[in-house]
């Protein structure tokens, strides 16, 4: 199993690395695919198999495939010719350090028993959650907990797809005067 | 070695990733795919989260998550291809005219 963990942790965290350092943004894609695989893996490891298909189908498939779309439509040519600014970089660079240190001081500070966050109170501190759903592998207890526990976040989410719908229309569709002024420069 | 802290670990590596792109790049679409990484790193924990608490909550969160960001996608990247309709460039040193 361990060794799985690592596999999989690696397959996650270096393709992850890779898209934000390499400076073809096609080539960072696919590695951000590469990075969603090793996710859905993980996923399998914490037995949620139906997520860990979802994974795929949608970020994999349907979000990465979306903004390769966008790239290819766009045709960057100046592959960012500049380097990053110098004080930019060290202040990236330095972030990274400090929330990686952070990160390893609080959680692998007991070599990674998790002695620290499952001392953690399980029960929720606010009066609606205190009937936690019980965890299963099936497909029908996500449907039974999204139509019942989470009904109106399920119906706003619903309307939130709605108006996303709606924005990226009006965003795409060409404005009246912009298509007046087109044409007009085309006459002339 | 399967502890909760083990999965929280890879996924705060990620969110650090993530962080550490949008902050280094100056492609708008890179800094996007930073963004979608961090959102994946929270998804990883509430998973872990999920699984070792032995509750489904965590897992049914997932799904908004999910939604949210194709929501943000769709809407990002509509507006990144009118800018660069706009001003030719997807570089952020160039859409600057708000500085000045």
Do not use: W
């Not at chain 1, 998790?114 to 029960?123: K, T």
């Not at chain 1, 990226?168 to 404005?175: D, E, G, H, Q, T």
């Amino acid at each position: 199993m361990d060794i799985f963990f690592i596999l999989f942790a690696l397959l996650t965290v270096v393709p992850a690395f890779l898209m934000v350092v390499t400076p073809n943004p096609v080539a960072g894609a696919v590695f951000l695919i590469l990075s969603f695989i090793g996710m859905a893996c993980l996923f399998v490891l914490l037995e949620a198999f139906f997520l860990a298909v979802l994974q795929i189908l949608v970020y994999a498939g349907a979000i990465m495939v979306l903004f390769l779309f966008i790239i290819m439509l766009l045709d960057v040519r100046e592959v960012e010719k500049l380097r990053p600014n110098t004080v930019t970089a060290a202040a990236a660079g330095v972030s990274l350090l400090l929330l990686v240190l952070g990160l390893i001081a609080v959680l692998a500070g007991d070599g990674l028993s998790g002695q620290l966050l499952s001392a953690l109170p399980a029960v929720p501190d606010y009066p609606a959650a205190d009937e936690p759903l019980g965890l299963a592998q099936k497909v029908k207890a996500y449907g039974y907990g999204l139509f019942t526990k989470y009904m109106l976040p399920f119906q706003l989410t619903g309307i939130l797809l709605l108006i996303a719908m709606i924005g990226v229309i009006v965003l795409s569709k060409k404005r009246a005067a912009e298509e007046g002024a087109e044409s007009a420069g085309a006459d002339s | 070695m399967l502890s909760l802290n083990a999965f929280l670990l890879v996924s705060g590596l990620l969110f650090a990733i993530g962080f550490f792109g949008v902050l280094l790049r100056r492609n708008t679409l890179v800094i996007f795919m930073s963004l979608e990484l961090m959102l994946n790193a929270a998804i990883l924990a509430l998973v872990a989260f999920s699984r070792f608490n032995g509750i489904m909550d965590g897992n049914l969160f997932v799904f908004f998550i999910i939604t949210v960001a194709a929501a943000e996608i769709a809407v990002g990247l509509a507006i990144i291809v009118a800018l660069f309709r706009k001003r030719q460039t997807v570089m952020v040193e160039q859409l600057n005219s708000l500085r000045h």
